[in-house]
Each structure stands twice: as structure tokens, then as C-alpha cells.
């Protein structure tokens, strides 16, 4: 079975063409044979067309920058492979204007022999072409055949659209577009390779927590494999050795982050700010800085980096109008606003032997916990729960806490500092088992946590809107402080415990009809509900306070339910 959308038959690139085209709003052609993808409504001022291609498979490049401000035309390839001379013929000759033609080729073998094929039909008809030839790629510096080009080349093709769209000349704009070639180096890094369409799995396989370094964007060989360093350190090396791949005209560069196919938003942005703290500390500054997926290669997870080096007099380019689909709106770099608000610093203080007991029992639940949690949710209710009681630890009162301090704590680190659902939750059961605790006296202690626990499951139902039976901590919690019959139990003793472990157990027979486990039903079946285990191990832990015994069977019990 195939792992990607795409076939191998070649009809996905005419539909990907078709789908381009529709998005373009009547901005976009589509030419079937020689097939070509050209601007319907190009800017008039313009005298040299903007001619480019490669193979298909680095999406939105180059189909997706066609347009008023961009490309006038492009020549996709299939996968991997270069257009023919046909094709890039047909597109010149269908978009040239009467300065003549620009061709923006990557340098590869078969891009630059067809171009040059094409270059040379053209001019025996009387049409005036010029080239510029992108060679960013620090991955295959000394390569016999040149450095290959890479995410360069939407910086090129961005600042070349909006210049020809002044009527600049064909050997000025040729000029221009050599220039920022030539102040331009990128790197790339990949965990794994691209999965060619049609394949049941990548091209190859690398050995976990390694990194291809030096990639090239159809897949070639690294310039070595390493083992994956911290993001910043990685990001570190790809700008100190871009930077001193770049001539030292000057200090100010554009930044981009590319991705190559198979990461999302969030590494890149993270990527992003990384690189861009080296680029400050390097004494370089950063005029603007883009991250996205610009040139691609297919579905590969890793990234690129480009550093190119501005001069005033074709910076507004950058920022210059389009009406392409996919070029990039760039702005000038503003200054970061990042407000840290004030916090209070831990106490410092050793926390209560209680407060300590319990995390431990907790954190020794998280593996279990998230495990579960991955059968029928999103996996990350141990760590939020784990998030949180470190959070009650440094919120810690000292070694003489009451057990009001410690739940005060809890109810803060869960409500103050954990995200998603549960937590959340958590925190309103331990704001109210707090008030209930700081009520009583120690004669009434379990009378009143009993009542806290009542009020608790009447204010998650308030949040959440869960019932007895939906699979969620209300199975556990609600057993716990009501009788069977609807009565509410007096103290919270070891048969309010025992109804909270039944009610735990129960939750393996139940469809989710709530939170994400709500999404799965029936297939949620077999499987504990975390929450109502968590809530589970909670009251084993209060049962201990309020006893001052080691409950030890019941929280044998408790880990047996959270390694189901």
C-alpha cells in the first residue's frame, strides 16, 4: 500500500496544476501540451518576461509564483525531473515580451541543459534571453558540478518579479539576479528521506535521533549524518557556516526558513527564532525573516536555511505587491515584544512529607498514564499531571504545610499551569477539596473532604459538562462522594475508595462520549479512562492523610489499573 496521495502515473502533476489555477482566482493559466502554467493578467510595465522550472515534487516553487509581481510563466517537470526543452520553449515563447526573456534556473544538469536548449531556439527566432543560474546550496560546495540550487531561489525569483514589474532590462535584471545568487548560501538538515510517490515507504531509512546534514532536495546524499543536537545548537552551526560561506559586503540579511515538505509550522517558527538568536549574536542583522515551505522535497521532514546578504538598492523589491498564490509577503523585522510577567519565585522550601508522597505516586503513574491516555485520547494526561504536581511542589508552604496548604498548592499548579483538559479539571477538585479542608476541624476532616469531593464533581460537571457514564474522572469522583442509592457518604473512608476503583474499572467498558475519547466510541472500549484512574490514585493519597496510614494495597490496585 502506497504511503502518499500522489501515483506514479504523472496525472497527479496536471491536477496539482488544475488545483493551482483554481486557487489563482483567474490569475493562473494552465498550458496541457508542452504543459506550462503562465499569468493571465501580468503587470503591462513589464519588458522582460520571468521564465522558470524544475522538476515537480518542490511545491509552491515554481507554479505557485506565477503571477502579477512573480513569474510569468513555469515549467514543471515530473518528480524529480527536469522539464523538457519543449515545455520551456512553448512558456517562453507563449509570455515573451518585447525585451525579451529571463530564465531563473537551478543548477542541475538536466534544468541547465534544457534551458539551455530552449535559450537557444528562442534566440534563433529573434528573441533576446538572458539566464541566471542559482547555486545556494553549501550541501554540494566543491561538487564538480557546482553547488545545486535550493531555497535561494524563491528569494531570487520574489526580488526579480517585483523589479521586472518597473520595466527594468534584460541585462540589468539578469545583473540583479546574479547579484543576489552570489549573496545568497543555504544548508539543510533532514531526519528522513522523501517518500516517492507511488512508494510504500521512504527513499531510505536513518538510524533514530540522527540528522542528514547537508541534504539535497531530491533526496541526495548528506555531507555527513550526525546525531541530532539541540535546536539551537543546530541552528548555531547551519549560521556559522553559511555566514562565512557569504562575502562580507555588509552585515544585514534576509532569513529564511524553508521547510522541505514533511514538518509543520510550529518546528519551522521554532526554527525560526532559533536561527534568528544566532544571527543576532553573530553580529549580523536581521532586515527580515520568513519561515514556511517554499521549496520543498515532497514529504521530507527536515528544514533549510538561507542567509542572504541585502543591498539597499533592490531591498524594496522584496517587499514589493503580488498577486501570486504562494510568493511570500515579506516585512521588515520589528522589534520582538515579549512580556514576562512577574512571578513569585519558589518558596524554596522542602515540602511536606504528604505533598511528597503523592507526587512521587503520581509521577510513577505517568508512563502508565499517558499510555493509556494514547488509546483513547491524546497521550499527555500523566505529563500534565506530572507538570502540575511539580508545579504544587515549588508552590510548597514548607515541611509543616497543612493539608489545606498542599491542596491550595495542588489546586494552583493545576489551574495556573497546565493546559488541555484535564488538568484544568483537576485543579477545580482540589480548589474545592481545599475550601472543604479549611473548614474542619481534625475530628471532621473526612466528613468535610468527602463534601469537598461532591462540590468538586459539581464543578467540573458545571466546566465540562460530563455525567456518571461518558467515560471521564466523573466515574471515579462520583462513586467516591455519593451512595449508590444518591445518598451522600459521610466520611471519606476505604469504601470511598473502593466505589472510586470500581468506578475506574467500569470505564473500560464504556464508549468516550466526552473529550477526545469522544471521538473514538466504541473503539475506546478495553481501555481505563486515565482521569477516573488519576482521580483514583488522588484519594487513595487524601484517604492517607486523613488516616495517617500507608493505604499500600489500594495503591496496588491503582497501578494495576494504570498498566492495563
Request: hydrophobic content about 40%.
Amino acid at each position: 500500500m502506497t504511503t502518499s496521495f500522489l501515483d506514479a502515473t504523472g496525472s497527479a502533476l496536471r491536477s496539482a496544476l488544475h488545483g493551482l489555477a483554481s486557487q489563482a482566482s483567474e490569475q493562473v493559466g494552465v498550458q496541457r501540451e508542452p504543459l506550462h502554467v503562465w499569468a493571465l493578467a501580468p503587470c503591462p510595465q513589464r519588458r522582460v518576461a520571468l521564465v522558470s522550472g524544475g522538476g515537480s515534487g518542490h511545491e509552491p516553487l515554481h507554479a505557485g509564483f506565477v503571477g502579477f509581481g512573480g513569474l510569468d510563466a513555469a515549467c514543471p517537470g515530473e518528480v524529480f525531473t527536469s522539464p523538457h526543452s519543449g515545455q520551456i520553449y512553448a512558456a517562453s515563447k507563449h509570455v515573451a515580451r518585447r525585451g525579451g526573456v529571463l530564465h531563473v534556473v537551478k543548477n542541475y544538469t538536466g534544468d541547465r541543459l534544457n534551458f539551455a536548449i530552449a535559450a537557444e531556439r528562442l534566440r534563433a527566432e529573434g528573441i533576446p534571453v538572458a539566464e541566471v543560474i542559482v547555486d545556494d546550496d553549501l550541501g554540494s560546495e566543491g561538487h564538480p558540478a557546482g553547488r545545486r540550487g535550493t531555497a535561494a531561489t524563491m528569494i531570487v525569483e520574489k526580488v526579480l518579479g517585483a523589479a521586472a514589474d518597473t520595466g527594468i532590462a534584460l541585462d540589468d535584471l539578469a545583473a540583479l539576479g546574479t547579484r543576489i545568487v552570489a549573496n545568497s548560501r543555504s544548508i539543510a538538515v533532514a531526519h528522513g528521506a522523501h517518500t516517492p510517490p507511488g512508494a510504500t515507504r521512504a527513499a531510505r531509512e536513518l538510524d533514530p535521533c540522527t540528522l542528514e546534514y547537508g541534504v539535497g532536495i531530491h533526496g541526495e546524499p548528506a555531507v555527513e549524518t550526525i546525531d541530532q543536537p539541540p535546536l539551537s545548537v543546530l541552528a548555531d552551526r547551519m549560521v556559522s557556516e553559511i555566514r562565512s560561506a557569504l562575502p562580507a559586503t555588509t552585515e544585514r540579511v534576509i532569513v529564511l526558513v524553508n521547510g522541505l515538505g514533511g514538518i509543520g509550522e510550529l518546528e519551522l517558527l521554532a526554527a525560526l527564532d532559533a536561527v534568528l538568536d544566532s544571527v543576532h549574536r553573530k553580529g549580523l542583522r536581521a532586515e527580515s525573516a520568513l519561515s514556511g515551505t517554499y521549496v520543498s522535497a515532497l514529504d521530507m521532514p527536515g528544514f533549510s536555511v538561507t542567509l542572504t546578504t541585502v543591498d539597499d538598492d533592490w531591498l524594496p523589491y522584496w517587499y514589493g505587491p503580488h498577486a501570486t498564490v504562494f510568493l511570500p509577503r515579506p516585512t521588515a523585522l520589528g522589534k520582538l515584544v515579549d512580556i514576562v510577567p512577574a512571578q513569585k519565585p519558589p518558596t524554596g522550601r522542602e515540602p511536606s512529607p504528604w505533598l511528597r508522597s503523592v507526587t512521587g505516586f503520581i509521577v510513577s503513574l505517568t508512563p502508565w498514564l499517558n499510555a493509556l491516555d494514547q488509546r483513547a485520547g491524546d497521550g499527555d494526561i500523566g505529563t500534565n499531571l506530572d507538570r502540575a504536581m511539580q508545579s504544587a511542589l515549588l508552590r510548597s508552604t514548607g515541611t509543616q504545610a497543612t493539608l489545606t496548604d498542599d491542596l491550595e498548592a495542588m489546586a494552583s499548579g493545576f489551574l495556573d499551569d497546565v493546559g488541555g483538559s484535564s488538568g484544568p479539571l483537576f485543579g477545580l477538585l482540589f480548589q474545592q477539596l481545599a475550601i472543604a479542608a479549611a473548614s474542619a476541624t481534625p475530628p471532621d476532616l473526612a466528613t468535610a473532604l468527602a463534601q469537598g469531593l461532591r462540590l468538586g464533581e459539581d464543578a467540573i460537571t458545571r466546566a465540562g459538562q460530563a455525567q456518571p457514564g461518558d467515560r471521564t474522572l466523573i466515574d471515579a469522583l462520583h462513586p467516591a462522594g455519593r451512595l449508590p442509592g444518591g445518598g451522600d457518604r459521610s466520611p471519606l473512608d476505604a469504601e470511598a475508595i473502593d466505589a472510586a476503583l470500581d468506578g475506574a474499572r467500569r470505564t473500560a467498558g464504556m464508549a468516550g462520549k466526552r473529550g477526545r475519547a469522544g471521538y473514538l466510541g466504541e473503539r475506546a472500549v478495553g481501555t481505563p479512562d486515565p482521569g477516573a484512574v488519576a482521580v483514583a490514585a488522588i484519594l487513595v493519597a487524601l484517604l492517607e492523610a486523613v488516616s495517617g496510614t500507608p493505604q499500600a494495597a489500594a495503591r496496588e490496585q491503582v497501578r494495576e489499573l494504570a498498566n492495563r
